[in-house]
Nanobody, 127 residues
Framework: QVQLVESGGGLVQAGGSLRLSCAASGRTFSSWTMGWFRQAPGKEREFVSAITWSGGSTYYADRVKGRFTISRDNAKNTVYLQMNSLKPEDTAVYYC????????????????????WGQGTQVTVSS
């Protein structure tokens, strides 16, 4: 059974920073692709960032590129999302996701490749 638990969300002023963490259970965490998605009220869930098993490849949505940084610590079974220069439009519930059956050709930006999801953590950016 895989469990993902996000933490680090909260209320921050525009221009501020937050660091989200996602702690995962599972022996083979180091082989998973991990992703972050977010969903704002009344909007569809959207891709934010992803990182491959070794951290060798990272992916970012255009909206967050240059402001957000994804990283992982396989020894701690944890993936992080450092969010800087936050904007009110970054307000959303942020979800961590795991692709535990990574296959050739899978697209880390596609939410359907992920088979496990966390419960989400709220990020609110005030103007």
């Amino acid at each position: 059974q895989v469990q993902l638990v996000e933490s680090g969300g909260g209320l921050v002023q525009a221009g501020g920073s937050l660091r989200l963490s996602c702690a995962a259970s599972g022996r083979t965490f180091s082989s998973w692709t991990m992703g972050w998605f977010r969903q704002a009220p009344g909007k569809e869930r959207e891709f934010v960032s992803a990182i491959t098993w070794s951290g060798g490849s990272t992916y970012y949505a255009d909206r967050v590129k240059g402001r957000f940084t994804i990283s992982r610590d396989n020894a701690k079974n944890t993936v992080y999302l450092q969010m800087n220069s936050l904007k009110p439009e970054d307000t959303a519930v942020y979800y961590c996701a795991a692709d535990t059956t990574v296959s050739a050709g899978s697209q880390p930006m596609d939410p359907f490749v992920y088979d496990y999801w966390g419960q989400g953590t709220q990020v609110t950016v005030s103007s």
